[in-house]
């Protein structure tokens, strides 16, 4: 989804900066955009430390004077357990990824957003965000804590020209949902039949919302969690 928001935000004019703890990735997706006639850098980070954090937001501002929109996306999912199995070391990872992996973007991201008086960010949160599901409890608990954090900085910061929302993807082809259904961790039928529309998204159509939310186009839309579910969250 983060790769997706990158290319199709370059192919709209953005310059884009793509930050990622796989340094290796990151410069694929610049290659991708390249391709196309786009401007792009990668940046190391792990979201999880602020110095790298930091660092990526220095990196943006010092190439290009600014720092107009940000999609914070970066997420892991641990392998299904009931909440009293799960070690506590991969909860605080989980954690430390998901939850204070946004906290930390964000806190930065929006430093030099009040400087410039402007900016839109987009967090991406889950159907996870929204609703229960057994065997998930710390991934779910840190998308919900996604959204808190989500409203709360968007009351906070909506009078000084930023704006903040979220997106709440269903199941989406990616390479994270692709491993998951390898290892059994999830059914692919059961997942297209979970969503009304009977299908799986694709990363395009999370990419076209985060896009909206950044665009004027959705300039009255303040702390909302935007589900891009196919219809699981209404049913």
């Known amino acids: 989804m983060g ?7 370059a192919e709209r004019g953005a310059k884009v900066v793509v930050a990622d703890t796989n340094e290796e990735a990151a410069q694929k997706t610049v290659e991708k955009i390249k391709v196309i006639g786009g401007e792009a ?3 190391k980070c792990d979201v999880s430390s ?11 501002v010092g190439k290009y004077g600014r720092l107009d929109a940000a999609f ?3 997420g892991i999912q641990p ?21 204070k992996g946004t906290f930390l973007t964000m806190k930065y991201e929006l430093l030099q957003m009040q400087k410039q008086g402007s900016g839109a960010i987009v967090n991406n949160s ?7 599901g057994a065997g998930r409890a710390a991934y779910h608990a840190t998308k919900h804590g996604v959204l808190g954090l989500t409203k709360s900085a968007a009351v906070e910061y909506a009078s000084e020209g930023i704006r903040i929302n979220a997106v709440c993807p269903g199941t989406i082809e990616t390479p994270m949902v692709e491993e998951m259904f390898a290892l059994g961790d999830l059914d692919e039928s059961a997942s297209k039949d979970w969503a009304p529309i009977k299908r799986l998204g694709k990363a395009s159509e999370v990419a076209e919302t985060v896009l909206w939310l950044f665009s004027p186009a959705s300039s009255y839309i303040i702390g909302q969690p935007i589900s891009v579910d196919g219809g699981i969250s209404i049913t």
């Open 3 to 9: 790769e997706a928001v990158a290319v199709m935000a």
């Open 72 to 74: 914070n996306n970066a």
């Open 79 to 99: 392998r299904p357990s009931k909440l009293a199995d799960l070690p506590e070391e991969e909860y605080d990872r989980v954690m430390g990824i998901n939850l």
């Open 50 to 60: 602020a110095k790298d954090v930091e660092a990526a937001i220095n990196f943006v």
């Open 41 to 43: 850098s990668a940046v």
């Open 126 to 132: 889950s159907i996870g965000g929204l609703v229960a």
